[in-house]
């Protein structure tokens, strides 16, 4: 039953992912400069900590929603604006006497600023050769406490795609 599960996770997962792109992105107005795309996905992760005697807060998997847009500042170049969010479910495992407790009201958003530069690969065709540098943010928060502590952390990165 699990190896079904699992089946249809990724089954949903890739549909979700590949909807934005099936569908095109969206030009808002005739020979507009702006590009608006949205979509959605399945977030998955583990372990977000691992402390003393085995204890873990574990991050659960999710449906994520995301929403981009891009603004064409030249022919090849474009600056790009993205945020995704999910809201997860978080359990801390490893408690002593307790086993396990669930973590309710967390929430994560991912929020990304890029330059892209892109060359057409024909005359005919809507398929680019693209190259990307940003930066982004996440922030991960908890609307309840945790020990009679808030939880709201920001992380930042910055990366390179081509």
Aim: glycine fraction near 12%; hydrophobic fraction near 50%; include cysteine.
């Amino acid at each position: 039953m699990r190896s079904i599960s699992a089946r249809l996770r990724v089954c949903v997962s890739l549909a979700l992912l590949l909807t934005p792109a099936l569908a095109n992105a969206q030009d808002i107005g005739a020979g507009s400069r702006v590009h608006l795309a949205a979509g959605g996905g399945f977030l998955t992760s583990g372990t977000y900590f691992t402390g003393p005697g085995g204890a873990e807060l574990v991050n659960g998997d999710a449906f994520a929603g995301a929403l981009q847009v891009s603004v064409a500042v030249h022919r090849a170049f474009a600056v790009v604006l993205a945020a995704t969010h999910a809201r997860p479910t978080w359990k801390l495992t490893g408690v002593p006497l307790l086993g396990a407790l669930d973590v309710p009201g967390a929430r994560l958003w991912f929020v990304d600023a890029a330059l892209r530069g892109q060359i057409p690969l024909g005359a005919a065709s809507s398929s680019v050769i693209f190259g990307q540098a940003g930066a982004g943010l996440a922030n991960y928060a908890l609307t309840t406490s945790l020990l009679g502590t808030p939880v709201d952390e920001n992380a930042t990165n910055v990366a390179l795609t081509l």
